[in-house]
């Protein structure tokens, strides 16, 4: 069965850099979720978005800003990168808000 | 403000202990509990629960949810090695229909040959 695919896996950053992390959710999955765990923590919620509008936010910096696309994929864009940024950042994706949610394999981001 | 609190934190077990792992809740407007196994990689969702006094199971493992006194628990039988992870209780909060997961700190099962 398909899952949500994210995309890179892994990334290296400097300090004060910009990154780019991408989103396809499950097939006919309309909502898209961002979470951001770091080591030994529990995943915390960023972002959502359902059917293309912003549904909800969560601890989200001003630095990060996030959209989906009429394709139903997104995009979480991350701007003056800080070394506290580095974490493993999830997507994950469900048909309508509050069904179960599926997650993608994780972006893992270093910034150094 | 809303919490999700598990417990133990972490355990360490045999191969072929039962083991249960505990979940208590405060979230405003409860609509559903949610379960995930997490390995090292991305949480993989194991049950959604939304009726109390309903047990879900899926081979070795069963969960049932207590609306009244705000908790579930999620049983392991007969464990194996492949069931070391560290498991996540997640609640969604409704009040602004958003959907996003709050998440307990997980419980870390390791169990051991």
């Known amino acids: 069965a398909a899952g949500v695919i994210q995309s890179p896996r892994h990334l290296i950053k400097e300090k004060r850099e910009t990154a780019t992390l991408k989103c396809y959710p499950i097939p006919r999955h309309d909502t898209v979720y961002w979470y951001q765990q770091g080591p030994g923590q529990d995943p915390q919620f960023l972002i959502s978005f359902y059917e293309k509008m912003q549904s909800d936010k969560g601890s989200i910096p001003d630095r990060f800003s996030a959209q989906q696309f009429s394709d139903y994929h997104s995009e979480l864009n991350m701007s003056s990168l800080e070394l506290g940024d580095s974490a493993l950042y999830f997507c994950a994706s469900s048909i309508g808000v509050n069904n179960e949610q599926f997650f993608g394999p994780g972006t893992r981001l270093t910034v150094l | 403000e809303d919490k999700v609190v598990q417990s133990p934190l972490s355990l360490v077990v045999h191969e072929g202990d039962t083991v249960t792992l505990n979940c208590s809740y405060e979230v405003t407007n409860f609509r559903s509990l949610l379960w995930y196994k997490q390995e090292k990689k991305a949480p993989t969702f194991l049950f959604m629960l939304t009726s109390s006094g309903i047990e879900k199971k899926s081979g070795r493992l069963s969960s049932i949810l207590d609306k009244k006194e705000l908790f579930s628990i999620l049983n392991i039988t007969a464990t194996q090695t492949g069931d070391s992870a560290v498991y996540l209780c997640?609640?969604?909060?409704?009040?602004?229909?958003?959907?996003?997961?709050?998440f307990g700190q997980g419980t870390e099962l390791s169990v051991k040959p």
């Open positions: 997640a609640v969604p909060p409704i009040y602004n229909q958003g959907g996003k997961l709050i």
